[in-house]
């Protein structure tokens, strides 16, 4: 083993979790390195999630709001055109750019970032293989295994990549599929189905549950799937896809309904069902890291640490939601405590954003979490359509909630449906993660005119509730 393959960590994956530990890794001092598969680095999230999701979002936004939204503001555009090929090359530099971002910012924290595909070969030695290089082999005093996730592949509607795609192909179609189906209600589908709604497909969601992106509060739910069938989307729910097969150029899928069996055709299928750990090939098994059965998560201590003393797993791959800024959280947890500092991830104060339009954001719990938990709350809502500056916008659908202990007035959980909700949750991460009370949120000056009064109002409602009763 020569000098230059010992680190002092190596980082398997280059996702928001693998990236961001990398760099707090070098800012401490430890010499590292970055073993990525994929020429461009960023993972799932930069390559074929988050960033290429929300740049057709805003670019389909733009086009729906040209169409339907301009002539209210007195705005009058003639034949309005959309230029698929165009939006998905914007989609795509930006993507590139960013991509771009995560070398250099590596680069400039001198991290050592391996092309090929990594796996454990023994305690601290990590095996890369390429198919343009001989192998290499790694030593490492800490390995950190950050590789992401996978969609779910379901027997009865297997991956095609053509017709029946995953939101990897769903995220590139060369053409708007006049008719989209979608398997799954939660917040990969709805996000995508927005995007082909709003250029001119015809959206069907079919979800197993009785309610869309069933997580979220059931206020906030409802009024979302309300919202949506407004915009063109159906919905079948408590409906389960018993099986799909591809019939010339389209998709023949039966569905069990609580009405009875259908039968639809569509002109292409998106499976998003959700999405596993992304462990297979990593020798996980003959190191002896645990994994869970059922969920296939990585199991790890409260430091990150598997069941192998310096193997620590991050991001999808362990238990909890499956979102880049909690992966980012956790590589700086666990590096800090590799490099023997405190840290850790609040789980009460994790954001979760669905970048539809109105956007839905929340942190802390639900209405119907507290209620099991038998905690006492209040409730403080209040609509966009009384906030001055979503009057001045056009944009008055929705409403937030804020839910507080009904004794001590401490935020538990703000729920939003409404303009920009995912910039306007931030406020409330901080309410929930610094203990604030309904109150504080309600007394602190809030610009004005600006969405955020909107949170301002529902937390004064909620104090009302806790000091009247009402
Ligand atoms: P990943 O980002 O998956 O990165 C893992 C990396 O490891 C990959 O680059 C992979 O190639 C590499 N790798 C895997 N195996 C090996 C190996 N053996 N050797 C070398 N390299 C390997 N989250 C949000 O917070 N906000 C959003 O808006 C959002 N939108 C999304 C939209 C879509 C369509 C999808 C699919 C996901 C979205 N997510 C979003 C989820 C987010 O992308 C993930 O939670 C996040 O990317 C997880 O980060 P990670 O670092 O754990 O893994």
């Given at each position: ?60 936004e733009h086009y729906a ?35 771009e971002n995560v070398r ?231 590096v800090e405590g590799i ?132």
């Open positions: 083993m020569t000098e230059e393959n010992r680190y002092d960590l190596v980082v398997i994956g280059s996702g928001p979790g693998g990236y961001v530990a990398c760099v707090r890794a070098a800012q401490l001092g430890l010499r590292v390195a970055c073993v990525e598969r994929y020429a461009r680095l960023g993972g799932v999230c930069l390559n074929v999630g988050c960033i290429p999701s929300k740049a057709l979002l805003d670019s389909s709001t040209a169409r339907h939204r301009l002539a209210e503001h007195g705005v009058r555009v003639d034949a309005v055109e959309l230029d698929l090929a165009a939006m998905m090359a914007r989609k795509d530099r930006v993507v590139g750019e960013l991509t250099k910012l590596l680069e400039r924290h001198k991290v050592q970032i391996l092309a090929g595909t990594a796996r454990m070969a023994g305690p601290g030695k990590v095996r890369v293989e390429s198919a343009d290089a001989p192998p290499v082999e790694l030593q490492a005093r800490a390995v950190i295994l950050a590789t992401g996730s996978e969609p779910v592949q379901v027997p009865s509607m297997p991956f095609d990549g053509r017709f029946i795609v995953s939101s990897t192909q769903a995220l590139g179609f060369e053409r708007v599929p006049e008719r989209l189906g979608i398997v799954g209600g939660g917040y990969i589908g709805l996000e995508l189905g927005s995007v082909w709604n709003r250029v001119g497909s015809q959206v069907t969601v079919i979800e197993m549950l009785p309610r869309v992106a069933s997580l979220l509060d059931a206020q906030v739910s409802r009024t979302l799937e309300r919202l949506l069938r407004r915009q063109g989307f159906q919905f079948l729910l408590e409906s389960r896809v018993e099986e799909a097969v591809v019939e010339g150029d389209a998709v023949r899928v039966c569905i069990k309904t609580p009405n009875g069996e259908e039968e639809r055709g569509f002109d292409r299928l998106l499976v998003a069902v959700g999405r596993r750990p992304l462990t297979r090939g990593l020798g996980l098994e003959a190191l002896g890291v645990e994994t869970d059965p059922k969920s296939g998560h990585i199991r790890v201590d409260v430091r990150y640490q598997t069941t192998v003393p310096g193997v620590y797993a991050i991001g999808d791959l362990v238990a909890g939601p499956m979102l880049a800024h909690k992966a980012s959280a956790e590589a700086i947890a666990c490099a023997g500092l405190e840290s850790e991830v609040n789980y009460d104060a994790v954001p979760s954003i669905i970048y539809t339009w109105p956007e839905v954001a929340s942190v802390g719990k639900t209405e119907e979490e507290l209620k099991e938990l038998q905690v006492p709350y209040c409730i403080g809502t209040y609509p966009f359509a009384g906030a001055g500056r979503a009057r001045c916008m056009g944009e008055t659908d929705g409403f937030v909630k804020v839910l507080s202990h009904a004794g001590s007035g401490r935020v538990l959980g703000v729920h939003i449906i409404g303009p920009r909700a995912s910039d306007m949750i931030a406020e409330a991460v901080l309410a929930v993660e610094c203990g604030a009370t309904a109150q504080d949120l309600g007394r602190i000056m809030h610009g004005h005119p600006t969405f955020s009064e909107a949170l301002q109002e529902a937390a004064r409602v909620a104090t009302a509730c806790a000091i009247y009763g009402r």
